[in-house]
């Protein structure tokens, strides 16, 4: 006979509020999980799935995503003639407010090297890739744009021709695909304002084409993608390409090794402590219910001691009841993580070795939580059901 199943039908009431307040609890564990594998994976989207093998950036910068980074727009053609090379692609990436249905938002414009890269590695769920070098742009749905749109970015109308799904940034804006140059273009906008104040400055001359943006470069160009030969080491090419001095090589390990060390870290930390702190507060909430419920039958319990049962039968009515609410609490918490989540404006993703690591976090909980109910409920005598 299954005591604590028996008990619970007694108080069904509290065990479902017991079971629905332990799923409220992990589903927040699992939401904060959740949410830095989403930002995890946001960050190092276009690391993983762009195909390069070194990315070139300005030297002594940890570029484009951990740092700033502005190249020569000559290096692409100087990292091309570079002994083990095969092809060479720019990147350029940068957030920009623009105005669609009256309303304001916000992107991350990235920049394709067309022709070379039409954006054929770019998962879409709609349309097509880039067929033209200037005014047409692959956008997420995130940022509202659909197949046919037309949205001005910059000075300029550009239609949407392909549509993606959760392609955003580290900081959950939609990605917008446009050539590289369409995008230094973009970048290099200035208001009136700005062009007289670059012409007071320079005397009242007329600002050369290189001069458009108000940052000293050249161009807007934040690193310059390398696919190596099959043949090709990735360190010499490195060491050769270093040794200009006004360039640093990175490979793909060290682009994530930058975000999820440096630019993750502290939200790593913050994420892990609220986690813990979730799950103290689940434990010690699990605890109390279990030890008031076992106080309510200590006289019971007494007198199960009375006709001669076991120890190990008020173990397992304990047990089993804690088991109970950590199953029901827990199964609960993935039903309304799959109906909730899907609803937040990031990214959560649920992860089957973290809901298992959480599932055993939760089963240590219950085994904790029914030993101090076990510990009260064995000390009680039998003689006390006779008081």
């Known amino acids: 006979m299954n005591l604590g199943w028996k008990d619970i039908r007694h108080s069904p009431t509290r065990f479902g509020l017991t079971a629905v307040g332990v799923a409220f609890l992990m589903t927040a564990a699992i939401g904060m999980t959740g949410l830095y594998r989403g930002i995890v994976a946001d960050a190092l989207l276009i690391v993983d799935t762009i195909g390069a093998d070194l990315w070139v950036v ?129 970048a290099q906008r200035r208001t009136s304002e700005e062009v007289l104040l670059a012409r007071a400055a320079k005397g009242g001359q007329t600002p050369q084409a290189g001069d ?45 090794d930058l975000l999820l060390n440096a630019r993750l870290w502290k939200l790593r930390i913050q994420i892990l402590a609220f986690t813990v702190l979730i799950l103290l507060i689940t434990c010690i909430v699990v605890s109390l219910i279990i030890y008031t419920m076992t106080i309510e039958k200590l006289h019971q319990i007494a007198m199960l ?21 950590g199953v029901a609490g827990f199964a ?27 599932a055993a976090v939760l089963a240590a909980i219950c085994v904790i939580a029914s030993g101090i109910g076990i510990a009260r409920a064995l000390k009680v005598n039998a003689r006390e059901v006779l008081s």
């Open 58 to 186: 300005q030297g002594d910068r940890s570029g484009p995503f951990a740092e700033s980074s502005a190249l020569s727009s000559t290096m692409d053609r100087r990292v091309e003639g570079v002994p083990g090379v095969a092809a060479v692609r720019r990147f350029v990436q940068f957030s920009q407010q623009y105005s669609f249905e009256q309303q304001s938002r916000r992107a991350t414009i990235t920049g394709l090297d067309f022709p070379q890269d039409r954006g054929n590695w770019i998962h879409l769920i709609a349309g097509r890739c880039l067929a033209s070098g200037h005014y047409e742009a692959i956008a997420d749905e995130s940022t509202g744009l659909a197949i046919g749109d037309h949205v001005r970015l910059g000075l300029d109308l550009y239609e949407i021709v392909g549509a993606t799904r959760q392609m955003v940034d580290s900081g959950g804006d939609g990605l917008i695909f446009v050539s590289i140059n369409d995008a230094v273009t973009i």
């Open 305 to 325: 001691k009375l006709i001669g049962a076991r120890n190990s039968v008020i173990v397992k009515m304990i047990g089993q009841q804690a088991g109970l609410i």
């Open 212 to 256: 458009n943006s108000s940052v000293t470069q050249d161009s807007k160009i934040s690193a310059v993608l390398v696919t190596l030969d099959s043949a090709a080491d990735p360190a010499k090419v490195a060491a050769a390409i270093k040794l200009w001095g006004d360039a640093g090589v990175l490979s793909g390990a060290d682009q994530r």
């Open 332 to 358: 609960l918490a993935l039903l309304m993580s799959m109906v909730i989540f899907p609803l937040f404006p990031r990214r959560i993703v649920i992860d089957i070795a973290d809901a298992s690591m959480l």
